[in-house]
């Protein structure tokens, strides 16, 4: 199957800030939630922190010649928000900005087309000191934020996204406290949540008011939710997770409300919702940005959140213990086309990690990864075949990573990052993937 992909199509690869720039207290950058939870002992796994992390803002160019010799097409980055505006508005640090389009000037200059997303985590901590996201000065002080590197990088990087992810900013951040700022309230998780669609909005409504050509859209990571059998009380339990984790996003930007079983249940527990939120939600986006990496098992467990018991499926694991299930994949992108008329879809990020060494001939082996990504691929062909709208996919990730409260343990890369000493290798999947992309499709 397979074959050729659309002309034109981005075959890229993502990677966030704080996950590898390093130079973490440089050049006037200012303190992120990420630098304080990483030196927060017993948050991140060994210790790790994003301090050096891949060196990438000092290696920034060798990394683009990288990219060039992988014959990329596309590149997603995000940029660190306190490296911008160290206090997370007000005075700007022009050599954070610096960095910024001396990166997009080499990507450029490389023929690999930008893709930056405003905010991949790393909050300035100055915010999180007045609230954080569940505070909803912060969603205003993103917009002011937004429309700043719109004016900064507008004239020539043309693809913005929003946000990162921010299911997993105000769940996994505020609720199951895994991630920064590591709380562990329902409240704040509404609240963030909330602030977020409304951040947003407002970074929608602040590129549209530059005049700035281009497109903006959100990512947002998104999972088949099956449940654990068809006893009625599973099926509920489903559907409730599905409406939490898939729909409180979707719901919102493509429907202009929350989903209302849901939203029912958790009235009592949300923020205020100001006139105008929800439109601000709803404004029409450019394209949707997936995230895409597993599938999730759902039961009903009464006492656990939303009473739901959720699992990974029975498949083969990577390393990460998430289960691959390519079909899944296909059945989120149809059904993004299906239900919520998604005209432009890029994946955003997809990827796995695996135990990676060097070995002897001195080669990265990961013939899993190149199994994993050819099945995924070929999913994409399938929904593309279907007539989904994909424009793009970016793999997770360019080179292995600070992966947050798992630290340096997750190879998510096709290209070997040697801690120790720096350098990159890439791995064979490296390879393999620079000649998908030579030939436009699947072998
Ligand atoms: C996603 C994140 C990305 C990376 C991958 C493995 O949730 O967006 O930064 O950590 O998972």
């Known amino acids: 199957m397979a074959g050729e992909f659309p002309a034109g199509f981005i075959w890229g690869c993502a990677t966030a800030s704080y996950q590898i720039e390093g130079a973490a207290f440089?050049?006037?950058?200012?303190?992120?939630?990420?630098?304080?939870?990483?030196?927060?002992?017993?948050?991140?796994?060994?210790?790790?922190t994003g301090d050096v992390a891949c060196d990438h803002y000092h290696r920034y160019l060798d990394d683009v010649r990288l990219m060039q010799d992988l014959g990329?097409?596309?590149?997603?980055?995000?940029?660190?928000?306190?490296?911008?505006?160290?206090?997370?508005?007000g005075q700007i640090?022009?050599?954070?900005?610096?960095?910024?389009?001396?990166?997009?000037?080499?990507?450029?200059?490389?023929?690999?087309?930008?893709?930056?997303?405003?905010?991949?985590?790393?909050?300035?901590?100055?915010?999180?000191?007045?609230?954080g996201w569940p505070n909803r000065d912060t969603a205003k002080a993103f917009g002011e934020y937004a429309a700043l590197m719109f004016d900064e990088l507008g004239d020539r990087l043309t693809n913005w996204i929003t946000l990162n992810e921010p299911y997993v900013v105000a769940d996994i951040g505020h609720r199951q406290g895994i991630h920064a700022p590591g709380h562990q309230s329902?409240?704040?998780?509404?609240?963030?949540?909330?602030?977020?669609?409304?951040?947003?909005g407002l970074a929608v409504q602040a590129f549209r008011e530059s005049g700035r050509p281009g497109q903006i859209g959100i990512t947002c990571n998104l999972a088949p939710i099956h449940p654990a059998s068809d006893r009625e009380e599973d099926l509920a339990a489903a559907d409730r997770f599905d409406q939490w984790l898939n729909r409180w996003w979707l719901d919102p930007i493509y429907r202009g409300h929350y989903p209302?079983?849901?939203?029912?249940?958790?009235?009592?527990?949300?923020?205020?919702?100001?006139?105008?939120?929800?439109?601000?939600?709803?404004?029409?986006?450019?394209?949707?940005?997936?995230?895409?990496?597993?599938?999730?098992?759902?039961?009903?467990?009464?006492?656990?959140?939303?009473?739901?018991?959720?699992?990974?499926?029975p498949g083969p694991k990577t390393a990460f213990g998430w289960e691959v299930y390519p079909e899944g994949y296909y059945e989120i992108m149809t059904r993004l086309a299906r239900e919520y008329d998604v005209k432009n879809l890029y994946l955003t990020e997809n990827g796995c990690a695996y135990a990676d060494r060097i070995s002897e001939d001195g080669e990265v082996h990961d013939p899993e990864r190149i199994a994993y990504l050819e099945q995924h691929l070929a999913q994409v062909a399938r929904a593309l075949e279907a007539g989904v709208p994909v424009r793009g996919y970016f793999l997770w990730?360019?080179?292995?990573?600070?992966?947050?409260?798992?630290?340096?343990?997750?190879r998510f890369g096709i290209v070997y990052t040697d801690y120790e000493t720096l350098?990159?290798?890439?791995?064979?999947?490296?390879?393999?993937?620079?000649?998908?992309?030579?030939?436009?499709?699947?072998?």
């Open 72 to 89: 990329l097409k596309g590149y997603r980055f995000s940029v660190a928000w306190p490296r911008v505006l160290p206090r997370g508005y």
């Open 93 to 131: 640090n022009r050599a954070g900005l610096d960095f910024y389009n001396r990166l997009v000037d080499a990507l450029l200059e490389a023929e690999i087309e930008p893709f930056a997303t405003l905010y991949h985590w790393d909050l300035p901590q100055a915010l999180q000191d007045r609230g």
């Open 26 to 48: 440089e050049d006037g950058k200012g303190e992120s939630i990420w630098d304080r939870f990483s030196h927060t002992p017993g948050k991140v796994r060994n210790g790790d």
């Open 186 to 200: 329902v409240e704040e998780c509404l609240a963030a949540a909330h602030h977020l669609h409304v951040a947003s």
């Open 397 to 410: 990730s360019l080179m292995d990573n600070f992966e947050w409260a798992m630290g340096y343990s997750m």
């Open 260 to 313: 209302q079983d849901l939203l029912g249940l958790l009235e009592n527990r949300m923020p205020e919702i100001e006139p105008g939120d929800l439109e601000l939600a709803h404004q029409p986006l450019d394209f949707f940005g997936l995230n895409y990496y597993f599938r999730q098992i759902v039961s009903h467990e009464p006492g656990e959140w939303l009473d739901t018991k959720v699992e990974f499926g």
């Open 423 to 443: 350098r990159r290798i890439p791995k064979d999947s490296a390879k393999w993937y620079a000649q998908v992309i030579e030939r436009n499709g699947l072998p």
